[in-house]
């Protein structure tokens, strides 16, 4: 998760966004996205501890995995995974909120002006085996979003609501 | 004559907001600025078609970044600066190739690509990248853009300077009505990338005046 200022990138606190619960509406949206699609979720309790110390390692890229950015890089940390946890997919998530100048309106000259904030958000699913991205989405908010607010649920229904089509599986 | 009327609009709405922007003082500094470098030592600058960026892709697309094409050798020429290839208000038979790629790939960018940018004998290459652009009608027309600019020195391949401009503009009432959702649009695009580049590029022009 980022969250910045949109003109000098300089970054923002993310317990004024409530980052927090921002991560756990996105989590918990995941997890009834990816059941909806059939696939079991394996929780990190049930898994031997070298897996759980490779997953905390590629989580610590999960932005840029779910933005598959320069993949490869990662692909030795992903076959790690893969070699320990079997035929199983990854999902990363990532979110960004940039915030800008707010809308006006001068009554005098007519000028009116939208607002500039904005939330991105990424979401892709991995195979850790052959370092892919097997389906990825994101959506733009043109506003800053909130966690359990109306916009929050839509973005979510927008972001896994299009039917998936694997690209590999 | 709708369009006709549009363009003169534009045309006028453009002076209004360009002229006092080429002048105006904004302190902030570039979000990144390589220690060596100086903007007095740029003068021929090869110009790369802006690149897209957007999410949500709007129905003209191709004339928003032609319009950033544009406003890129416009401002650069009228700044002092020698832009390759010039400043053209002719749209061109068909549409430049425009490069793929990420906005991680330009924040984060690599030798080998950059060298790969523009030709052999350019030293400086700008890119602009058209992050965001969207344009609504209501009672009036409002338009916002978001561009990122980045200047390459193809020679030593590394990044010198990158920054962000934003603009939100639009006209209320039926003079807005009359501009269109289009015209509101591009004009915002327009306005952008006098934003990002104007902060640190008009510095050579106030020097020579």
């Known amino acids: ?169 | 004559m709708r369009r006709g009327l549009s363009t003169c609009l534009w045309v006028v709405v453009t002076a209004c907001c360009v002229v006092p922007g080429c002048f105006a003082k904004d302190s902030r500094q570039p979000v990144y600025l390589d220690p060596a470098f100086s903007y007095y030592d740029v003068d021929t600058v090869f110009i790369v078609p802006t690149v897209d960026l957007t999410v949500e892709k709007e129905n003209d697309l191709e004339r928003l970044l032609l319009t950033a094409d544009w406003a890129a050798r416009n401002f650069m020429q009228y700044w002092g600066y020698n832009p390759v290839p010039g400043f053209s208000k002719k749209e061109p038979p068909s549409p430049p190739s425009r490069m793929s790629v990420s906005e991680d790939d330009l924040k984060d960018p690599q030798e080998p690509w950059i060298r790969k940018l523009g030709p052999p004998e350019a030293r400086w290459v700008l890119l602009l990248a058209l992050e965001d652009a969207s344009s609504h009608l209501t009672f009036g027309a409002s338009g916002k853009a978001i561009v990122m600019a980045m200047l390459f020195d193809r020679q030593k391949g590394k990044l010198v300077w990158r920054d962000v401009g934003a603009v939100g503009s639009g006209q209320g009432g039926l003079l807005g009505l009359a501009m269109g959702k289009g015209t509101v649009g591009r004009q915002a695009v327009w306005d952008c990338v006098n934003d990002v580049l104007g902060r640190s590029w008009a510095l050579k022009h106030k020097k020579n005046k």
Do not use: C
């Not at chain 1, 993310?14 to 989590?27: N, R, S, V």
């Open chain 1, 1 to 169: 998760m980022d969250f910045e200022l949109l003109k000098s990138e300089a970054p923002l606190d993310p317990k004024k966004f409530d980052g927090t619960a921002l991560a756990e509406e996105m989590a918990s949206a995941a997890e009834h996205f990816l059941r909806s699609q059939g696939l079991v979720i394996v929780a990190e309790d049930g898994l031997p501890r070298e897996s759980v110390e490779s997953i905390q390692m590629v989580q610590r890229e999960a932005g840029r995995l779910a933005r598959g950015f320069r993949i490869e890089e990662l692909r030795p940390a992903l076959a790690k995974l893969a070699d320990r946890l079997g035929a199983r997919l990854l999902l990363a998530q990532y979110l960004r909120v940039r915030v800008g100048s707010k809308g006006y309106w001068e009554p005098l000259s007519g000028a009116i002006g939208p607002g500039q904030s904005e939330t991105l958000l990424v979401a892709s699913l991995i195979d850790p085996a052959a370092g892919q991205v097997v389906w990825s989405n994101k959506l733009l908010v043109r506003k800053v979003l909130r966690p359990r607010s109306p916009d929050m649920e839509r973005s979510m229904a927008s972001l896994f609501g299009p039917p998936v089509e694997l690209l590999t599986h």
